[in-house]
């Protein structure tokens, strides 16, 4: 069974930083890329970056290039978002997803709330 | 960026009656490698996002045959043959075509 667990999300403050984790089981993660897609409340998904299998590819929505990063170690299962410079338009459920068909599995979310 | 616009963004559906979400984008969505990357997405109240339908119209694991997808360029259909009381949620479409990867706004399925 496929599992993703995100964790890391927290309460920061304005222009703070935050980095998320995503563990995954129950498939070969060196196989699949995954992504981030976020969710501010009461509010619809946003795709905000993607990396490929074995990391080499990164893509990031504009709305948070050049303050994010993604990254993922596969001798750990694990999957990463570096948050930088933070503001309240980023506060948002977070979550990591399979990607293969399309965003094929998806985690619980982590909340990360931006505010003074 | 592609612009996905869903219509309805609400729909009162009775239970054992049909629904249909409808979805276009402001480009064509048909890869160079000749697919269509069009998902079709169900978030129920307090859960995360679940993929139903992908490429248009495959189903996806453990997705029951009363959803159904189709369509092809820049207009798409979900359809649900029969709305079960599970179905409530809200549904998105999603492109996976092109850089940015962009969702629709979401349809809020509920029933009258």
């Known amino acids: 069974e496929v599992q993703l667990l995100e964790a890391g999300g927290n309460l920061v403050q304005p222009g703070g930083s935050l980095r998320l984790s995503c563990a995954a089981s129950?498939?070969?993660?060196?196989?699949?890329?995954m992504t981030w897609v976020r969710q501010a409340p009461g509010k619809g998904l946003e795709w905000i970056s993607v990396?490929?299998?074995?990391?080499?590819?990164?893509y990031y929505a504009d709305s948070v290039k050049g303050r994010f990063t993604i990254s993922r170690d596969n001798s750990k299962n694990m999957l990463y978002l570096q948050m930088n410079s933070l503001s309240a338009e980023d506060t948002a459920v977070y979550y990591c997803?399979?990607?293969?068909?399309?965003?094929?599995?998806w985690g619980q979310g982590t909340l990360v709330t931006v505010s003074s | 960026d592609i612009v996905m616009t869903q219509t309805p963004l609400s729909s009162p559906v009775t239970l054992g009656q049909p629904a249909s979400i409808s979805c276009r984008s402001s480009?064509?969505?048909?890869?160079?490698?000749?697919?269509?990357?069009l998902s079709w997405l169900q978030q129920r109240p307090g859960q995360p996002p679940r993929l139903l339908i992908y490429?248009?119209?495959n189903r996806f694991s453990g997705v029951p045959d009363r959803f159904s997808g189709s369509g092809a360029g820049t207009d798409f259909t979900l359809k649900i043959s029969r709305v079960e009381a599970e179905d409530v949620g809200v549904y998105y479409c999603l492109q996976t075509t092109q850089f940015p990867y962009t969702f629709g706004q979401g349809t809020k399925l509920e029933i009258k």
């Open positions: 480009q064509s969505l048909v890869h160079s490698d000749g697919n269509t990357y």
């Open positions: 129950g498939f070969t993660f060196s196989s699949y890329a």
């Open positions: 997803t399979q990607r293969l068909m399309s965003f094929d599995y």
């Open positions: 990396i490929s299998d074995i990391g080499g590819g990164t």
């Open positions: 490429k248009i119209s």
